[in-house]
């Protein structure tokens, strides 16, 4: 099936707006795609097994929308199924004082996952020439020279075994407008209302410039970026779990060779 995602090869520069956020790909209906989560699901299972048991390389999954893009749904699809030991998640808040005291890729690197891990961000050192660009938390001549450094970044954890898939979680100004209006209806969602959203939201041509630039300027072969129509949650949660199992593939872990001869063993 073939999925909507577009991956940016860093070679031609990608357009936000060109891109539909409704797009569902050859996806078909939404039934159809369901059933081949669930495929996709149990293939993501056995390959994560290998991959931990194997204990040469990681996966590392970066997940960045705008609020309220999916982020969270997306890490329950993931990992619904697997198997937590060799899962790990990390939520990236506005930097504590002690992480605001270290360089910006300080905390980052700490959460990198060990061999055998797969490990998802949500959000992550982009924040870092997002929301700090378009707050102008920094000066431009701080932020600017972190492009370069975040592909360096990257280049260093890919050639020390990470392989790393980002994905770009695509919405509508509109849809955004429907999940926001749906948090305040629903009591069970209220709690991730938040107000700060509201002033988020009136900056967001400044966001998907900021987003278009990142993209463009930080997609490399070894770490490219994936831009994901996500204005529906089926096929946001399908494209990303087809190029998560296909990258699992590419990676294909080997169960370790063993010295025991179990023919040789006898247990008593
Ligand atoms: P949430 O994902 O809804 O829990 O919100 C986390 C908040 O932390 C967002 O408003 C982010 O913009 C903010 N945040 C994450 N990383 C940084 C950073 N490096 N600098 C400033 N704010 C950040
Ligand atoms: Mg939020």
Known sequence: MKSPVVVSDGKRRIKLAKIDPEDAGG????????????????????????????????????????DT????????????????????????KAPSSEERDHDYLWRIHRA??????????????????????????VKK?????????????????????????????????????????????????LWKFNLGDLTERKLW????????DAINACSTPLAPWHIVPADRNWVRNLSIMQTVVETLERMSPRYPKSDVK???IVIR
């Not at 990681?58 to 997940?63: A, E, G, K, N, R």
């Not at 891990?117 to 660009?133: A, K, M, P």
């Not at 041509?205 to 278009?212: P, S």
Request: charged share 30%; aromatic share 8%; glycine share 6%.
């Open 262 to 264: 179990p023919a040789s």
């Open 27 to 66: 996806y078909g209906s939404k039934e159809s795609a369901l059933e081949h989560l669930d495929k996709l699901r149990a293939k993501l299972a056995r390959l994560q097994e290998a991959l931990y048991a194997e204990h040469r390389q990681s996966l590392l999954i970066v997940l960045q929308a705008m």
């Open 141 to 189: 001549e701080v932020w600017k020279p972190r492009y370069r450094q975040i592909n360096e970044f990257e280049r260093h954890l890919a050639e020390n075994g990470t392989t790393i898939i980002k994905f770009f979680l695509h919405i509508s100004k509109d849809e955004q407008k429907r999940r926001l209006q749906d948090r305040l209806d629903d009591p069970e969602k």
């Open 205 to 212: 041509g400044e966001y998907q410039e900021a987003y278009e």
């Open 112 to 137: 990198a996952p060990a061999k055998g891990v797969i490990g998802i961000w949500n959000r992550s050192h982009y924040e870092d020439v997002l929301v700090v660009r378009v707050h102008e938390l």
């Open 69 to 92: 893009g999916g982020k969270d749904g997306v890490v329950k699809t993931i990992f619904t199924g697997v198997n937590p030991t060799g899962v790990q998640v990390t939520s990236f």
